[in-house]
């Protein structure tokens, strides 16, 4: 069993505590440690069965765990981002966590430190960059590029040919047209369906989607 860390104690951090108990009920394979949270306050207590041991530096004293980052709300979705840049691990200190239930074509890929969470569907050539977070029943269709740091919440459907930019969030149930570009650390709102290129570092909301106002990320670290 190899020892693993997760970083964050949020709901997507949770979820991904679960989804390492389905992996290790199909095939023992994760020793969860616990989490990391830079939140003082919430060390020493206990999620959901699984302890918050201390904050996120922790991950780089125990050398000896696997580590994968789960923070990103909404409202800060650039936090994995921050943190994978603060901690400043080696590549082979992540873990990549996939759900038994995904569905997973032989010609996809997906990049360390990703999250795949239940029922979600790659169907063709979908490249996942690293850190990427994706929720559960997303389906990617073919020839997707989702890039790291990119975050899609649940339910989220791309047509085929689609590029998430690096850092965007697309929000819980949204659309995408083929072909479309989805810029970088751009937000696109729950239920949207998007019909257009959305630029960069914008929040677009709406059937279809229009600009909403700027996003407010910080990606400095
Ligand atoms: C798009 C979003 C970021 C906007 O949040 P916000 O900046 O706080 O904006 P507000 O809620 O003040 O809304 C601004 C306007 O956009 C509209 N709007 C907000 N979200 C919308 C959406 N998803 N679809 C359509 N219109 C939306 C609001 O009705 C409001 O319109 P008005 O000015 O005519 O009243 C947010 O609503 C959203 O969708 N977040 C993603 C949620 C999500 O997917 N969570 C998943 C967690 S796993």
């Known amino acids: 069993m190899t020892p693993l860390l997760i ?17 290790n009920d199909d095939s023992p394979t994760w020793e969860l440690l616990g989490h990391l949270d830079d939140d003082p306050a919430k060390h020493g207590t206990v999620v959901d069965g699984v302890p918050v041991l201390a904050g996120s530096d922790e991950a780089v004293k125990q050398d ?3 580590v994968v980052v789960c923070t990103g709300s909404p409202r800060d979705y650039a936090s994995r981002a921050r943190i994978v840049a603060r901690l400043g691990l080696p590549q082979e200190r992540y873990a990549t966590l996939v759900h038994p239930s ?13 999250v795949v969470l239940a029922q979600v569907v790659l169907t063709a050539a979908v490249t996942v960059g690293a850190h990427v977070s994706v929720m559960p029943h997303v389906t990617l269709t073919h020839d997707d590029v989702v890039g790291d740091f990119a975050t899609l919440a649940a339910g989220v459907r791309l047509a085929g040919g689609v590029h998430v930019e690096p850092g965007a969030y697309v929000g819980s149930g949204a659309l995408v047209r083929e072909a479309l570009t989805v810029g970088s650390y751009a937000l696109v709102g729950m239920g949207s ?8 570092r914008e929040v677009w909301a709406g059937v279809p989607a229009r600009f909403i106002r700027p996003a407010t990320v910080t990606t400095e670290h």
């Open 64 to 66: 000896h765990a696997q």
């Open 193 to 200: 369906v998007v019909t257009r290129d959305i630029p960069r």
């Open 102 to 114: 995904a569905s997973l074509s032989r010609s996809s890929s997906i990049g360390v430190g990703s």
């Open 7 to 23: 970083v964050g104690a949020g709901g997507f951090a949770r979820e991904t505590a679960q989804l390492v108990h389905a992996i």
